[in-house]
T-cell receptor, first 114, second 111 residues
Framework: GAVVSQHPSRVICKSGTSVKIECRSL??????MFWYRQFPKKSLMLMAT?????????EQGVEKDKFLINHASLTLSTLTVTSAHPEDSSFYICSAASGHYGYTFGSGTRLTVV | GQSLEQPSEVTAVEGAIVQINCTYQTSGFYGLSWYQQHDGGAPTFLSY????GLEETGRFSSFLSRSDSYGYLLLQELQMKDSASYFCAVRPRDQGGKLIFGQGTELSVKP
């Protein structure tokens, strides 16, 4: 089946630094990638939708300058949390969409900002 | 906009049957999906209803009634490993294919 590889699985960073999270679709092309954020015991909140080669579409209330999304190829999308603060600590999950496989989720990245 | 409501917690015993409801308010969507998520893991797909009625996949079944704006996930012969969070989700029409998730139901299966 389809696999989306998400790295890193865990990261701890200092306040003010930036962190990059990568999602790669293995053995299939993801024309669209979705980025979600999840707080403990809460739902997945959609942050943005990215299509290969075009600018991401952000959901209302999500700061596009803080959460930079790049979808440079059909198999790679990245989310960069810039100037991270403790309130950015969360679980971030990507999801790749393809016509054949539907939605495939990455394994998530637990970000802790100290 | 879309909103999907689920009970926050459900507890059941091994071998039992449990139903997790999902009521929604949305202007239009392609179908209702269900996902399972273990703590700290990725959501995994369980079932999908494009049309009204019941879909059965092994121990899991899902139901949709568009006229009632309601769906449910039925889990039979519960096992300890079924303890997880369960989310209903919809793909709204004309919104770029994104999935919108319900609030999630934490299922605890007791011995």
């Amino acid at each position: 089946g389809a696999v989306v590889s998400q790295h890193p699985s865990r990261v701890i960073c200092k306040s003010g630094t930036s962190v990059k999270i990568e999602c790669r679709s293995l053995d299939f092309q993801a024309t669209t990638m979705f980025w979600y954020r999840q707080f403990p015991k809460k739902s997945l909140m959609l942050m943005a939708t990215s299509n290969e080669g075009s600018k991401a579409t952000y959901e209302q209330g999500v700061e596009k300058d803080k959460f930079l999304i790049n979808h440079a190829s059909l198999t790679l999308s990245t989310l960069t949390v810039t100037s991270a603060h403790p309130e950015d600590s969360s679980f971030y999950i990507c999801s790749a969409a393809s016509g054949h496989y539907g939605y495939t989720f990455g394994s998530g990245t637990r970000l802790t900002v100290v | 906009g879309q909103s999907l409501e689920q009970p926050s917690e459900v507890t059941a015993v091994e071998g039992a049957i449990v139903q997790i409801n999902c009521t929604y308010q949305t202007s239009g969507f392609y179908g209702l999906s269900w996902y399972q998520q273990h703590d700290g893991g990725a959501p995994t797909f369980l079932s999908y209803n494009a049309l009204d009625g019941l879909e059965e996949t092994g121990r899991f079944s899902s139901f949709l009634s568009r006229s009632d704006s309601y769906g449910y996930l039925l889990l039979q012969e519960l096992q300890m490993k079924d303890s997880a969070s369960y989310f209903c989700a919809v793909r709204p029409r004309d919104q770029g294919g994104k999935l919108i998730f319900g609030q999630g139901t934490e299922l605890s299966v007791k011995p």
